[in-house]
């Protein structure tokens, strides 16, 4: 797997017009931000998660940034394909297309042997992160297909550090989006459909606050620091990390 270190770009203010982006996990710390950088850059945002009064927060700030946005609520853990499969088509046929999906959901409760870790914890962990994002694409897919220009980016982690003991299976499952990029992108190197990862650094979340919990909050950026990258790996420009994933590097 090919991991792309580059320094962030500038985003251009219009660059994601036009175009409705869905975004996974979008009242989660990263998820939120990136949702606000998309509306930033113009586009009608679908809002995706499970927990509706967070969801109408983000909602509310999301109205005032750009085009109107839009909720889902929907439930990574429970949902079917069928469930995708209705969700794809309804986002399509109301909003005229789907022109970006953008996986932030994720599923972590904290460091544990694997040994120690419950059976029905184990397959939640791994569903979410890694089943649940392939699902959703497969039922986006032929929506992306018809947008002239469209991409998909799964949100995935340092493999070196997700990659060591104790990690379960939220690390399994983030080592397998890095694949599944990789996988996915030379299936569809022939369509317009363009497939990348994003390794964002540390942030300050709910989910590094886990498997951290005597870190100073300081050390480590928000999470909007790296949403600017979002929004460049669903634009145009995205295009030069096709088939990668990308850790952006932080201006100094």
């Known amino acids: 797997m090919t991991i792309a270190a ?83 088509a309804k986002v399509a046929g109301e909003l005229g297309g789907i022109h970006g999906l953008l996986h932030c959901a994720a599923e972590f409760t904290g460091l544990a042997p694997l040994e120690a870790t419950a059976p029905e914890a184990f397959v939640r962990n791994l569903h979410v992160n890694f089943t649940a994002p392939w699902l959703l694409t497969q039922a986006c897919l032929p929506y992306l297909r018809r947008a002239g220009d469209s991409a998909v980016v799964f949100v995935t982690d340092d493999p070196a550090r997700v990659g060591k003991a104790y990690w379960g299976a939220y690390g399994l499952a983030k080592q397998g989006l890095a694949a599944l990029v990789r996988q996915l992108s030379a299936e569809t190197d022939s369509t317009p459909v363009r497939v990348s990862g994003l390794e964002p650094g540390p942030m300050r979340t709910d989910l590094r606050a886990r498997a951290y919990a005597d870190e100073a909050q300081l050390r480590v950026p928000a999470p909007a620091a790296y949403a600017p990258a979002c929004v460049h790996l669903l634009s145009p420009a995205g295009l030069v990390h096709r088939g990668q994933v990308w850790a952006p590097r932080l201006s100094p």
Do not use: Q, S
């Open 6 to 88: 580059a320094a962030l770009p500038d985003v251009a203010g219009d660059a994601l017009a036009g175009r409705t982006v869905l975004v996974t996990g979008a009242h989660g710390g990263f998820g939120a931000e990136a949702a606000k950088a998309c509306a930033r850059a113009g586009a009608t945002v679908v809002l995706l998660g499970r927990r509706v009064p967070k969801l109408n927060r983000v909602y509310d700030v999301v109205k005032a940034l750009g085009p109107e946005p839009a909720l889902y609520p929907i439930d990574l853990a429970g949902a079917d394909p069928a469930d995708y499969a209705d969700l794809a």
